[in-house]
């Protein structure tokens, strides 16, 4: 990434030709910053946003435009970016037709450009640790009809001296994979490598399919018919991590694939699951998660985290929108859920750890009698 702010007017409009991505939906003229970068820059400021607004003289709802992907004048994009010690092309969102995709690493770990871009996953997105990433498919350029899911972490926004326990933490994700090996619901590694400049990382998984369960509720309640089949899959995704010695930590619909050959549900993003053999966990502030148990705001980290995950998910398959917590109770006896397991149910989601099932097989086991009958 270039520090300086020289970026001058016309670099700012040059360079129209189209890249793999959403359309600039208001016209070529106008430029895209992806509200992430231009939050995490801020951050190192110390600003506000009603603070920069200040600064830089523009006007409030014009940098609150930004997290609605509205586009923005050249002149104030160049102000933006200027103000903050930045190049126009820092900021670019990955919707932005003059956005380029950071280069996949070559050598052993990747080949010679092993992989090629097709197109990105929807915006880029948070990790509980604040750091930002993009996903992407990509198409293998050596073997036909094979592709990956990719994902490129921002590393050039962490602040200096945590750069190196940051890329640990990315790499768990494949120590996770690879300690599973193949299961169907658990995603397949194909490799995790930094960028060639170092100011990136590259996780790369098998493709399994575009849509996260997050994104197919937003249409409404999963299938009556389907919602046994879809949790049993979870549940023993949950099941394999947890043999392992593995506590994902991070379950939620947005960490769910569902394939596209079979539409069976497929665990992914294990950068934050934490390894019950004394490898330190992630830490510091974590943003609010409907999904995530509370005790692990600062609390041990037990099966207990994931199940109380396992059992807000459900109550939001079933409902089709995250329901408030203590309402899953009446969630799980509207849809009509056996009583056996509902009563587990309403127990993984208690609010205190000994108050929840210690264990996932018996709610595994209620799962699979409510998918054979």
């Known amino acids: 990434m270039n520090s300086g702010a020289e970026a001058s007017q016309e670099s700012v409009t040059a360079g129209k030709q189209p890249v793999l991505g959403a359309p600039a939906p208001n016209g070529p003229d106008l430029i895209y910053f992806d509200p992430a970068l231009v939050d995490f820059a801020l951050a190192n400021q110390g600003l506000s946003l009603k603070q920069f607004a200040a600064k830089t003289h523009l006007a409030f709802n014009t940098l609150r435009g930004l997290h609605r992907r509205q586009g923005l004048h050249p002149s104030s994009a160049l102000k933006i970016a200027s103000t903050l010690g930045l190049q126009v092309s820092d900021l670019f ?182 390894l019950l053999d004394g490898v330190p966990s992630v830490s510091g502030d974590w943003p609010d998660d409907p999904f995530r148990a509370p005790e692990l705001d600062g609390g041990a980290t037990t099966v207990a985290a994931d199940l109380y995950s396992f059992g807000r998910l459900t109550a939001t398959v079933l409902a089709g929108t995250v329901p408030d917590s203590g309402q899953e109770a009446a969630v799980f006896a509207a849809a009509g859920l056996p009583k056996r397991l509902q009563k587990l149910l309403v127990q993984s989601v208690a609010p205190f750890p000994a108050q929840r099932l210690a264990e996932l097989p018996p709610l595994l086991k209620e799962l699979s009698r409510w998918a054979e009958a």
């Not at 397949?188 to 790369?204: A, E, I, K």
């Open 93 to 274: 969102a990955p919707w932005d037709r003059r956005y380029r995709p950071p280069a996949l690493a070559h050598g052993p770990a990747l080949g010679v450009a092993e992989w090629e871009m097709t197109d990105y996953l929807g915006s880029g997105r948070r990790t509980a640790n604040g750091l930002y990433f993009i996903p992407c498919r990509l198409r293998h350029r050596h073997t036909a009809q094979r592709f990956g899911r990719g994902k490129f972490y921002h590393l050039s926004w962490v602040r200096e001296g945590l750069t190196a326990d940051i890329r640990d933490k990315l790499s768990r994700h494949a120590d996770v994979c690879a300690r599973i090996k193949r299961h169907p619901q658990i995603v397949w590694n194909l490799s995790s490598t930094p960028t060639p400049g170092q100011d990136g990382w590259w996780v790369v998984d098998d493709w399994v399919g575009a849509r996260t369960l997050a994104e197919r509720l937003d249409s409404g309640p999963w299938p009556r018919d389907e919602r046994p089949r879809l949790l049993l899959e979870i549940a023993g995704g949950l099941a394999a991590l947890h043999a392992a010695g593995v506590i994902f930590r991070e379950l939620a619909p947005a960490r769910v694939l569902i394939a596209d050959a079979d539409g069976r549900a497929v665990l992914t993003d294990f950068e934050l699951a934490k």
